[in-house]
Structure formats: structure tokens, C-alpha cells
């Protein structure tokens, strides 16, 4: 199934832009991970994930429609080249909705998210933009319907459509109207997000090549899909006992797994350089001497420090260059 097929109730024919419109979608922190899709075409994912949205770091995004024959589409103050892959995508996107040749936007898009950190944007990319769509057509879709969309955009942008913590239920359905972000009921004030760069430069393989390499060549991505089931279960009790030792330890395994799946690949992807070993050395070091502070790692080099404000003065003196996100805000 495509993706025109999936929108076909939702949008109206002879759908125009009504507007322009301005929205921000936060980025996410995946405590559960997503990796591996059961559909490539719909970003359907083989396994549900459990992220963290992180407050106002995100991707402000304004569109207006415009009277020239191509989309204009800035990022961060720079005008992009049309043939770029970022333009390609926004626009491909962009024509599930217009009638071809009927009209072009101006798509300007500003990351919150510090350039330094190394986090990913297209999540709070692809959220924003739907959201962006969904009021300048006057889709006027609910949140999880939202979602669906922002997923067709990016998987991972599922989950920024919503605060907080997130799950993105994997759906059973062939058009994926049920694989969507839920909002959970629970907060965690005092809940800190550290994010150590090891290295900032572009990645030699993309999340989403890379997760279909893991699919097709590892042997041991069988379990993947096995082991997050039980560890959403895992992390959702340690959200509703605010258990954090449960949530630190859940998570860390989680994104090791997953590491291990892609380790497993082949060619292999080892996405990991000699620093960040070296940090999660410290880290388990620090563990053993008594501080309570774990690690997640996406398709990338960084890690992202789990801890409690608590400890928050103990880690930045290990960690004096970390950038702190508070989601929940103060404890
Ligand atoms: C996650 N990642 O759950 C996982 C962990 C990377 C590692 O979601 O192909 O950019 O657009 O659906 O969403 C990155 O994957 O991939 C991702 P597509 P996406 O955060």
C-alpha cells in the first residue's frame, strides 16, 4: 500500500492551502528504540518503542504558500538547494497533499536543538511539518491521526507529536491507521537528559539504511523485537513506580541490544567510536561507586545520560561539557 492510499479519506478533493501556519514539535529521547520496519514504504516499525519528548528543544517550522513553480525551503538561515536531500524529502512529502502543479511553499524550518549535541531533527521535523499541513490544507485531523502523519514522514516523528512520555503503538493494521504515538499519563519532574558529544560529523549510515541492513543481514535482530516488547513493559512500571534505577537500567540494556543487532550486521555497523566506550566505562565506573546515572545511544556516537536531579551537580563534574534537558522540568 502507498502512502496516497493510506490519506485518501482524509484529504478532500481539490485540496488547496488555506493558509500559512506555524508550529513546533519537540524532539525525543527513545528509551525503548525503534529499529527494524515491517514496512518500508510506511515507516511501519517491526517493534512499539517508548520515548521522552524533550520540552522546547525541537523544530520550529512556518509554510506559506507561494505563487513560484518549486518549493523555497530554509534551514536554520540557509537556503537549500532543491536537489538536496532534505528539500527532496520535505517536497515528496508536501505532494501527498497538493494536486500536482497546483502550488509550491515556502518552507522554513529552525532547529532549537543545540547543532552541537548531535541529536537527530528529523522527528521534530517531520512532526512540526504535519502539524504545519494538517492547519494549512484545514485537515483538521485528531492528535493520533497526526501522528499517523507525521510517521509517513519519519517513523521516530510519530512520537514527537506529543509532550511527554510517548509510546508508538507498532499497529497490526496493512495501512497503519492504529501505528501511532500515545501520550502516557505520568510526569517525572526532576528526570535529567545529559547529552555528551563524541562527535558531531554526519554519519556514514543512515538510521534508515541502517536499520534495513539489520533486517536484512543479522542473524540476532530475531530477538530484537522480543526483548522491546518486554522492555516497554519494564519501563512502563518503572514510569508508574517512579523507579529509576528500573528505568536507567531498562533503557541502557535496550539501546545496547539494539547496538548489538547492528554489530551483528553486514557489513557491520559500529556506530560507536573510541570515546564513547571510553564514556560508558566511566559511566559503569561511576555506577559501581555509587552514582546512580545510566546511558542511551542512538544510531550515532553520543550518548544520552539518564539521572536524577539530585545528582545533577555529581555527573556535571564528570561531564562539565553536557548539555541538560529537565523534560518534566524541576524536581
Ligand atoms: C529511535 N532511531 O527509536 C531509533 C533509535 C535511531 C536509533 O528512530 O526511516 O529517522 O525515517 O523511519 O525515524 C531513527 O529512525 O527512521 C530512529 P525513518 P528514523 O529513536
Redesign the pocket.
Known amino acids: 500500500m502507498d502512502k496516497s492510499a493510506v490519506l485518501a479519506d482524509w484529504i478532500k478533493p481539490n485540496n488547496m492551502p488555506i493558509t500559512s501556519s506555524e508550529q513546533f514539535a519537540p524532539s525525543?529521547?527513545?528509551l525503548?528504540?525503534?529499529?527494524g520496519?515491517r514496512d518500508?514504504q510506511l515507516?511501519l516499525?517491526m517493534n512499539a518503542?517508548l520515548?521522552v519528548s524533550l520540552g522546547h528543544l525541537g523544530t520550529h517550522t512556518r509554510l506559506v504558500p507561494i505563487d513560484y513553480s518549486a518549493d523555497e525551503i530554509w534551514l536554520n538561515s540557509d537556503r537549500l538547494l532543491p536537489s538536496s536531500a532534505f528539500c527532496q524529502r520535505i517536497s515528496a512529502f508536501l505532494d501527498l497533499f497538493r494536486k500536482p502543479g497546483t502550488c509550491s511553499f515556502r518552507v522554513t524550518t529552525r532547529n532549537s536543538i543545540p547543532t552541537a549535541a548531535g541529536l537527530?531533527s528529523?522527528?521534530s521535523g517531520?512532526a512540526a511539518l504535519a502539524k504545519a499541513v494538517n492547519e494549512s490544507f484545514q485537515l483538521e485531523l485528531n492528535t493520533e491521526q497526526l501522528s499517523v502523519l507525521a510517521?509517513l514522514?519519519?517513523?521516530?516523528?510519530c512520537?514527537s507529536v506529543f509532550k511527554g512520555f510517548v509510546e508508538?503503538q507498532m499497529g497490526q493494521r496493512e495501512d497503519g491507521l492504529d501505528s501511532h504515538g500515545i501520550q502516557l499519563n505520568a510526569a517525572w519532574p526532576g528526570l535529567c537528559v545529559g547529552l555528551v558529544k563524541v562527535d558531531a560529523s554526519v554519519k556514514a549510515t543512515?538510521?534508515?539504511s541502517?536499520?534495513?541492513r539489520t533486517v536484512e543481514t543479522a542473524h540476532l535482530y530475531q530477538s530484537w523485537p522480543v526483548q522491546a516488547a518486554h522492555d516497554i513493559v519494564l519501563l512502563k512500571e518503572a514510569i508508574a513506580e517512579k523507579d529509576f534505577a528500573k528505568l536507567g537500567q531498562t533503557a541502557e540494556h535496550n539501546?545496547l541490544s539494539?547496538h548489538a543487532t547492528m554489530i551483528a550486521s553486514w557489513p557491520p555497523l559500529v556506530y560507536w567510536q573510541p570515546e564513547s566506550l571510553a564514556t560508558m566505562q566511566r559511566i559503569w565506573k561511576l555506577r559501581k561507586d555509587g552514582l546512580a546515572v545510566y546511558f542511551t545511544?542512538?544510531?550515532?556516537p553520543n550518548l544520552k545520560l539518564l539521572f536524577e536531579q539530585a545528582d545533577l551537580d555529581a555527573v556535571m563534574r564528570y561531564f562539565p561539557d553536557m548539555e541538560v534537558i529537565q523534560p518534566f522540568g524541576h524536581g
Open positions: 525525543n529521547i527513545a525503548c528504540k525503534y529499529w520496519k518500508k515507516n516499525p518503542s520515548s537527530a528529523s522527528a517531520f510517521r514522514g519519519s517513523g521516530s516523528a512520537r508508538w543512515d538510521s534508515r541502517g536499520m534495513q539501546a539494539m545511544m542512538d544510531a550515532g
